[in-house]
């Protein structure tokens, strides 16, 4: 049984920085790409960043790029996600997935191309 726990969360003012982990269950992630994804009350999943099994391609959605960072280690079955400047839009609930895949230099975009799911970890940006 694979799962995925994600900590890190927490409240953090404008301007500061929180870094969330994803734990995987050993052995899954030399084989799967590994993407967090994030989800505010009222608004649709989005996702956040993506990163290819060999982190040969890693992908930034607009609103983040510059300001996160992923990172992964496939050893130590985790991902991080660095997250600087963080402003109040940031709030969300953040989920990191897993995606089974035999490309290494593939990412994937869509929540329905991913096979397992975190409950996810609360992320709050006041100003």
Avoid: H
């Avoid at 997935?97 to 970890?121: H, I, K, P």
């Amino acid at each position: 049984q694979v799962q995925l726990v994600e900590s890190g969360g927490g409240l953090v003012q404008a301007g500061g920085s929180l870094r969330l982990s994803c734990a995987a269950s050993g052995g899954i992630f030399s084989g799967y790409a590994m993407g967090w994804f994030r989800q505010a009350p009222g608004k649709e999943r989005e996702l956040v960043s993506a990163i290819s099994w060999t982190s040969t391609s890693i992908y930034y959605a607009d609103s983040v790029r510059g300001r996160f960072t992923i990172s992964r280690d496939n050893v130590k079955n985790l991902v991080t996600l660095q997250m600087n400047s963080l402003k109040p839009e940031d709030t969300a609930v953040y989920f990191c997935a897993a995606a089974q895949t035999y490309l290494g230099n593939t990412y994937y975009l869509a929540a329905g191309e991913y096979d397992y799911w975190g409950q996810g970890t609360q992320v709050t940006v006041s100003s």
